[in-house]
């Protein structure tokens, strides 16, 4: 399967869960929204053009804002953590030409310690700007601090759960 | 020359991404005004019929409590019909001091069409739900929708067939309220928290209320018709600081299991905005 044609499925896999699982759950709290589809963005190879990435970044995120009806919202947060991340995994991946031998960011890519981190950072950065949006039209601080915190917190859980059930297997790459 | 070239080249990743967010933005802050978003059209007949396809299931599911509400709202009408009310003193005669229906037809002020729910959101701030009817089947923006079991919310965006609705449970949507005992109108907003509750503002301290009151839109409203039910008190809040009471109210609609919904057109409106407008204007 070429790349491109498992990134396609990976998308609107990420896409359906997203809108049809995550976002018909009945809220637990006003603060806690459970956010899982921009681990597609996380997960795409490391060889794309950082342009290419917040091209893509930018229409997934459209994609999604379409099904909510709240088109800019998502798409905004989805370009910053693509601009975002290849600076983040340039100071994050240790041994040189990592990005080179491997297809994308994983825990047997990039090491658990280096690959979570790049995860809660880039969680943690995606929620706050969300947020942050949301909180420029209405909202207080202890709104914004409280969603933050509790939407990161449910996000991490449900990115850990996706990596234990999908492990995928990053070959090392070699002659290519 | 040469070194604009050069800088752009170098920048190129940092501008792209400020161009990127722009775009996205200006999406963002121009769909809060409900003005007409990038495709939208298009967009919302794409999103339209894979709601579709998700509530072909999720409806099934929820047959029951869309029946019960039919139902209910079928009982409600037939009380209202004139051969329920007889006097049992035969002397006493009803009689109907108005002109047959047909006849008040060119009058009719509030034209109601029957859409089906084909997919809703309760789980963000501004939540909407899609409608299976569109421009081509008479669906305008700013158009009323009401449920079996009161104001759902209002038209926001339409395409050829499928038309979103922003509903009641979203922080933007404001509707004109009255309580149903005394009279007394209030501005009726969401706070964001409780996805069945709503709130009621600027209700005097002298008004006496109770739990369960009703509470209806009003006159006032230009878009939905007078006396639909809106919510009913489930809480008084007291703000010493004020006069006034703030209310709780219990949403009659059940944002989360409505399958039915009714789009209803004031034929009038244009009419009544023209005036409004025309003497705001002489005024200025």
Same mark, same amino acid.
């Given at each position: ?35 899982? /589809? ?17 091209? *893509? ?14 088109? !800019? ?5 989805? *370009? ?40 809660? *950072? ?16 209405? !909202?207080?601080?202890? /709104?914004?601090?409280?969603?933050? !915190? ?27 | ?34 003005? %007409? ?6 967009? +919302? ?22 029946? %019960? ?14 051969? +329920? ?96 005992? &005394?009279? %007394? ?20 301290? &002298? ?62 409106? %244009? ?14």
């Amino acid at each position: 399967m070429s790349d491109f044609v498992k990134h396609s499925l990976r998308a609107m896999l990420f896409l359906l869960v997203q809108v049809f699982i995550l976002h018909k759950i009945p809220p637990l709290h006003q603060f806690i929204v459970p956010y899982l /589809y921009f681990l597609f963005i996380l997960w795409l190879p490391f060889n794309m053009g950082r342009t290419w990435l917040m091209v *893509v970044a930018f229409l997934y995120g459209l994609a999604l804002d379409y099904f909510l009806m709240w088109p !800019g919202l998502h798409t905004a947060a989805c *370009v910053l953590i693509a601009y975002l991340r290849p600076f983040l995994v340039n100071l994050l991946i240790r041994q040189e030409g990592a990005e080179q031998s491997y297809g994308a960011p994983s825990i047997n890519s990039m090491g658990w310690a280096p690959y979570m981190v790049l995860v809660v *950072v880039l969680t943690l950065v995606h929620h706050s700007y969300l947020v942050f949006l949301e909180w420029m039209s209405f !909202g207080n601080f202890w /709104y914004f601090l409280g969603k933050v !915190g509790a939407s990161t917190g449910i996000s991490l859980l449900l990115i850990l759960i996706t990596e234990m059930l999908f492990y995928r297997k990053e070959r090392f790459r070699t002659n290519m | 020359m040469r070194n604009i070239f050069l800088f752009i080249r170098r920048y190129f990743n940092f501008l792209s991404f400020l161009a990127l967010q722009a775009l996205a933005l200006s999406f963002l802050f121009r769909y809060n005004k409900f003005h %007409e978003a990038a495709f939208a059209g298009v967009a +919302n007949e794409i999103t339209g019929r894979v709601n579709e396809q998700y509530n072909t299931v999720d409806y099934y599911f929820k047959l029951k409590k869309a029946n %019960e509400n039919l139902v209910k709202e079928n009982v409600a009408l037939r009380e209202l019909l004139r051969s +329920n009310y007889q006097s049992p003193d035969t002397t006493q005669k009803l009689i109907v001091d108005s002109i047959r229906v047909d006849s008040l037809k060119p009058f009719q002020r509030y034209v109601y069409r029957e859409a089906k729910v084909v997919g809703s959101f309760i789980t963000t701030q501004t939540n909407f739900i899609t409608i299976h009817r569109g421009s081509s089947q008479g669906v305008r923006p700013d158009m009323a929708v009401i449920g079996p079991n009161g104001v759902v919310g209002r038209v926001v965006n339409t395409s050829a067939n499928y038309s979103t609705v922003m509903t009641m449970i979203s922080r933007q949507f404001k509707v004109d309220g009255k309580l149903k005992n &005394s009279g %007394e109108r209030g501005s009726i907003g969401w706070d964001g928290q409780n996805p069945r509750i709503v709130q009621m503002r600027n209700i005097p301290k &002298s008004v006496k209320i109770q739990k369960g009151d009703s509470v209806l839109t009003s006159e006032l409203s230009s878009i939905f018709p007078p006396n639909i039910l809106i919510g009913t008190v489930d809480s008084v809040m007291n703000d010493p600081s004020t006069n006034f009471y703030n209310l709780r109210l219990k949403t009659g609609t059940n944002f989360s299991t409505v399958q039915f919904v009714y789009i209803v057109q004031n034929t009038q409106l %244009e009419e009544q905005q023209k005036l409004e407008n025309a003497t705001r204007n002489t005024n200025e």
